[in-house]
C-alpha cells in the first residue's frame, strides 16, 4: 500500500467507533487497520485515498482524516504557529481587550487570518491602535494564555525522536519566548513589539515576520538539519501559513480558517494536536510529556 489514512478524534469529546474505522476502510478499499490508541486513533494502509469516498464514509462524525505516504511519515523538523494553534487564543485581540477595542482588532485579525488583507499592513495598523498601552498588559495577556491540547506531547514526541521544534509566529517574541520555554520548543522567531518601558510605542520593528519569513524559517531550519522539505512538519491556522504548509512534507491546517482549510492538503478540525503524532505514525506508547 503507497499510502496510509489515519483517522482521529478528540478522545475527550468522542470515541472512534470499530464500526466507524471499518465504514472508512470499506470505502477506500483498505487493507487491514492498526490501532494507534484505543477509541482515538488508527491507521488504514491504502492506496491513493479519495477524498470523496472519505468524506462520504464520515459524514457529520467529528473524526479527522490525514492521509500520508506510507513512507517517509515521521519527520525530522516541526514547524508551529502560534496563535490559535499552539495557545489557544489570538493574544493581540487578547492585548487589545486591556484597551478597550478587543472588537475592532479581533475584526481586523479576522480579515487577515483569512487573507483578505495583506499581513504586515494589518499587523502595522493594529499595533498602532494600542499606542500608550501600559506593558503589564502584556504580563495580564500572559497570565490567561492557555495551551492548545496536545501541545506538550507534540512537540515532547518529536523531540524525543531527535526532531528539531521551532515555533514561529506572526505574533511577538514577547510571547514566543514564554510559549517556547512552556512547551520545550528548540528555537522561536516572531515580530518584536516595541515599547519604552511603560507603556507600548505603537511600533514593531522591521521587517515583519510574515508568510514569507515563515516559509523562509523552513527552508532555513530543514536546511540546518540536512533535511528534504519532505521531512518536514508544519503546522497553523492563518493565511500567513498557508505558505509554509505548502512547502512542508506535510503541512497541517489547524482548525483553520476557510481560505486555509480550503488549500491545505491536511486538516485537523476536530482532533487535538496529538493528531499530528497519529499522522507521523506514532502510537499512544510512543508519546511523551502524559
Known sequence: MTHVLTLVVD??????ADAMIARVREAIQGGPPEILSPGEAADIPCRNPDPTAIAAALGDAKVDAIATRARGRRKGLLIADMDSTIVTSETLDEIAAYAGIKDRIAAITARSMNGEIDFATALRERVAMLKGLGVDALEKTWAATRLTPGARELVATMKAHNATTALVSGGFTWFTGRVAEMVGFDTHRANVLLDDGAVLTGAVAEPILDANAKLTALQELSAARGLKLSATLAVGDGAND??????AGLGVA??????????????????TLRALLFAQGYRLADISGL
Do not use: G
Not at 486555509?260 to 476536530?270: C, D, F, N
Open 11 to 16: 478522545r475527550d469529546a468522542t470515541t472512534l
Open 242 to 247: 498557508l505558505a509554509m504548509l505548502s512547502a
Open 254 to 271: 489547524f482548525r483553520a480558517k476557510p481560505v486555509v482549510a480550503a488549500q491545505a492538503r491536511a486538516q485537523v478540525r476536530h482532533a
